[in-house]
């Protein structure tokens, strides 16, 4: 089969699952023998990790919904044509410039939407032409998230696909806990970790307040941040308000998480909306580690309750304080769970399925075979 040229296009300028995703099938891609570009606004992190990456950048301006932004894409597209089989459009910003900019193109490239997120979409006349007749397909990474479309948007579910993120298995692997410890600098015997940017829908203030519900069995434990974002100071300042600063560290922004993965013996995410699937939720699974986190967008789809993990109520501490507790005062219930977790992400995680089923939309839009 001839090989595809597939262009991304991206206007977020944050850093998270959706942003990794994307840097995951592009490099996949590549290595499978097709050609692909991100276009996005060059300063972003997204485009920098990209260059990093060995991934082809087109800098464009996707900064706003207006004219001067909508003019550079179509212009770039018109440059382009014939070098590009499929678009894929990523963010809400970056999907109108790119379906208006093909409007008003002779022959303009198949538009596929990924929808990343469980955020309400609005039913406007115009919403509904973006995903409904602008776009060929919709890819979303969650079940949940293609229903949500199905039924608010009435978009027929043959032209919704849901295709989970994959995630690297010769990576993501179970570890020697103690060792991994000692090579991040952490002395103590156990390890509660929450790997998120820091936004406040991910539920960190709900964290907090759980383990000040039960601050003296922690004792003994680090309960780590992983990650950064526009909500830390709120946070910081939450923690100091309720006396956990000794308690709770901040370790910002990791290049490779897998260590901190590794030295910890529960992962939570108390998020409470706008989510898919979250890509740290399976990570910690593929290295064996049992998750708490809560039923919200498609995270019931890989979290199966009382086997790999718990779900508890979001927006509640105390919800979370009694399922982390389960967990924490149990270590055979934190193993058995833990391994059924290893087990789920080698037969349904890996980034091989992802690619498989991506690559057999971008053909069927695209016409190339």
Known sequence: MRRLSIVHTE????????????LTE???????????TLVASAE??????????????AALALRKKGLRDLWSMRRWLAENRTRIDVLNAHSSTDSWLTAIACATMR??????????????????????????????????????????????????????????????????????????????????????GCIA??????????????????????????????????????????????????????VGQQDDVVPWLQALDLVTLPSYG???????????????????STPVGAIPEVVDQEITGLLVAPRSAQALALGLARLRDDAQLRARFGAQAQVRALRDFG?????????????RVSGVH
């Open 11 to 22: 206007a977020s300028a944050g850093w998270g699952g959706q942003e990794i995703r994307i």
């Open 26 to 36: 592009a490099s996949g891609m590549l290595e499978r023998g097709h050609d692909v």
């Open 44 to 57: 972003t992190a997204i485009a920098q990790a990209a260059v990093r990456r060995g991934i082809p950048v």
């Open 107 to 192: 022959d303009p490239p198949p538009i596929v939407r990924t929808r990343h997120v469980s955020t309400e979409i609005n039913r406007r006349a115009a919403t509904r032409w973006l995903y409904a007749r602008a776009t060929a397909h919709i890819v979303t990474t969650g079940e949940a998230l293609r229903d949500q479309l199905a039924t608010r948007l009435r978009i027929p579910r043959e032209r919704l696909t849901s295709v989970p993120t994959g995630i690297d298995l010769t990576r993501f692997v179970p570890g020697d806990p103690q060792a991994a410890r000692r090579r991040i600098g952490l002395p103590q015997q156990h390890a509660l």
């Open 197 to 250: 940017t820091l936004r406040d829908w991910k539920g960190h203030d709900y964290l907090f307040e759980a383990i000040a519900l039960d601050r003296r069995n922690w004792n003994g434990w680090a309960i780590l941040i992983v990650g950064d974002g526009p909500h830390r100071p709120k946070l910081e300042a939450h923690l100091a308000a309720l006396g956990l600063g000794d308690t709770v560290r901040f």
């Open 274 to 292: 706008e989510e898919g699937v979250p890509q740290a939720i399976m990570q910690a699974m593929a290295c064996g580690i049992p998750v708490v």
């Open 351 to 363: 980034i091989g399925a992802m690619l498989d089923r991506m690559e057999a939309i971008f053909r």
